[in-house]
């Protein structure tokens, strides 16, 4: 495995950026401005011809406002006042409600526009006070600003992302130092085009704050990813800086307001609550439980969010003694499939499908058969009541985003006695951490698995999550396959984004250049 060094620089060269930015401007019917002098004097013009038209506005009803012109005057003949995206981004426009960009052609700095893009925070009341944030129709109310996935297939979880304003992978913050595994599950998450279909459809209206919820963020996260509001990429990252901060606030919120042991996301509540290092896997079950109670009242997205993500499946088992099948009653939903090494199995070393049919979808253990037989064979030896049989389970329902953890740490199992191996470190004792390889491939087969042999559950690997370090404590990193070529992944390390790798980079650890090796912990995959 070659070794490689983490970049942290642009994911485009300078020229590709900014021949990117001169096909915009030439799309709008707007030329660059060559010299540094003239763009200078034009932003000088501009702000004056801004703020005169500003207090000229104000002085007028609003039923006779007029629209601002945003083109310079020529402060000298030689002087070019051509208005460039760069005014935009530096210079406050105010314009007629409905009246276009006259820089990116959108409604972005309107105030009653359909896509308006005016602020990300909520509008502020004249005595500083922030109002009421209401959503609708995915739509922030207040300034018209889209605020989940958009050009999404009604009612459908998609296969292909729609047209965006970028395809290129973006840093998230470490936020506090902790935040690494949320940053790289998300990131695997974030570039599946299923997931975009998913938050587009549902969770359309929301009366709560917009920082106190914890799936209207997200929308929000994965709309700005993919459709930025122009600018260069550090306001870029800091819109994303600022989004992911609400992210944990809105996580928090949800969380803290569970009491029980049931409530949503209770089995991260201490981690979040505390800013605490926590496991990728377990943070995805905690978030997908936060992600239900707020649909709970909405069927179609309840029914979409399953469709999604669970794994839902049945036991069936035969009696050794009578030979009757029994099938149980009810199905088993799981949020993925959790893979366990540790257990006790025939051989160590096994690949992935191998360990889901051993471990994962098989167990041993004592059930009662209720035929004519077997009662009869319980009242005659009552000290061989039940005997230990093999259940194997069937998968009833599959998603459309299989989430799988092989579980790294935990407790080797002795073999003699079937019991937990402790290893004691001094002070607790610690998990041990698996360092086997468990090969996979980019493209997993459960068809065998179905309930229904005739269904094909063939998935794609999306993204990996890696971890390095102990039980205790650790590093997580991700892998996500690129949209500027499927065939790549992308290397995130939270805010530093490396080249794109090949697929087979992807398909066992990761090693820098300082030896640090990181582990495969959760893998992603999308039906196909």
């Known amino acids: 495995m070659p070794k490689r060094q983490l970049r942290s620089d642009r994911t485009q060269t300078e020229s590709e950026f900014y021949a990117q930015q001169d096909a915009e401007l030439k799309a709008a019917g707007i030329r660059r401005t060559k010299t540094k002098k003239a763009l200078k004097a034009t932003k000088a013009a501009y702000a004056a011809r801004i703020a005169e038209a500003v ?7 609003a039923a006779q406002a007029t629209a601002i012109p945003i083109t310079a005057p020529a402060t000298s003949a030689t002087t070019t006042t051509t208005t460039t995206e760069a005014d935009v981004q530096t210079q406050p426009i105010v314009l007629k409600p409905g009246q276009k960009c006259p820089v990116c052609g959108c409604n972005c700095h309107a105030t009653d526009s359909p896509d308006g893009d005016a602020s990300t925070d909520p509008p502020t009341s004249q005595t500083g006070a922030k109002s009421s944030w209401r959503k609708r129709d995915g739509t922030d109310h207040q300034i018209k600003r889209d605020v989940i996935p958009r050009r999404c297939l ?7 992302f729609p047209q965006t304003r970028s395809k290129s992978t973006k840093g998230l913050p470490n936020l506090r130092g902790v935040s690494c595994y949320r940053n790289a599950l998300l990131q695997c998450l974030i570039h599946i ?26 929308q ?36 803290s307001q569970g009491t029980s042991d049931r409530a949503p996301g209770f089995l991260i ?51 050794e003694v009578c030979g009757l099948r029994h099938r149980d009653d009810q199905e088993q939903t ?50 061989k009541a039940v005997g230990s049989h093999t259940k194997r389970f069937r998968i009833t329902t599959a998603p459309e985003v299989l989430v799988i953890r092989t579980q790294r740490m935990g407790y080797p199992i002795d073999e ?44 794609k690997l999306m993204g990996v999550v890696y971890h ?21 992944f992308a290397l995130c390390n939270d805010a530093s984004i490396d080249l794109p790798e090949d697929i087979e980079e992807c398909l066992s650890a990761v090693t820098f250049d300082d030896d640090t090796t990181f582990l495969p912990y959760v893998l992603v995959y999308s039906r196909i």
């Open 154 to 160: 009604a009612g459908r979880i998609g296969k292909r």
């Open 468 to 488: 390095h370090g102990s039980g205790a404590s650790g590093h997580y990193i991700a892998m996500a396959r690129s949209r500027l070529d499927d065939g790549k």
């Open 55 to 61: 207090e000229a506005a104000k002085s007028e009803a």
């Open 334 to 383: 799981e949020p993925g499939l959790d893979i366990n090494p540790f257990m006790l199995l025939p051989e160590r070393g096994l690949d992935l499908i191998d360990y889901i049919n051993q471990a994962t979808l098989s167990t041993t253990a004592p059930f009662k058969c209720e035929s004519d037989t077997c009662t009869a064979a319980r009242e005659a030896f009552p000290e």
């Open 269 to 319: 509540k201490a981690e979040v609550l505390h800013d605490g290092q926590c496991s990728s896997y377990d943070f995805w079950k905690g978030l997908l439980e936060i992600l239900k109670s707020q649909v709970v009242s909405d069927s179609v997205a309840r029914t979409l969010l399953s469709k999604a993500f669970d794994v839902k499946y049945r036991g069936t088992w035969r009696c």
């Open 220 to 255: 929000k996260v994965v709309q700005y990813y993919w459709n930025p509001r122009g600018g260069n990429k550090k306001s870029q990252a800091r819109e994303l800086d600022i989004l992911m901060e609400e992210f944990r606030q809105a996580l928090q919120t949800d969380i």
């Open 416 to 459: 003699k006695t079937n019991l937990p191996v402790y290893e004691d470190n001094g002070d607790e004792t610690e998990q041990c951490k698996l360092e086997d390889d468990i090969p996979y491939s980019e493209y997993l087969d459960l068809s065998s698995f179905s309930d229904d042999l005739e269904l094909s559950l063939l998935y």
């Open 193 to 218: 085009p299923d997931v975009y279909h998913l938050l587009g459809n549902i969770h359309k209206d929301c009366d709560r704050p917009a920082d106190q919820c914890t799936m209207c963020v997200l």
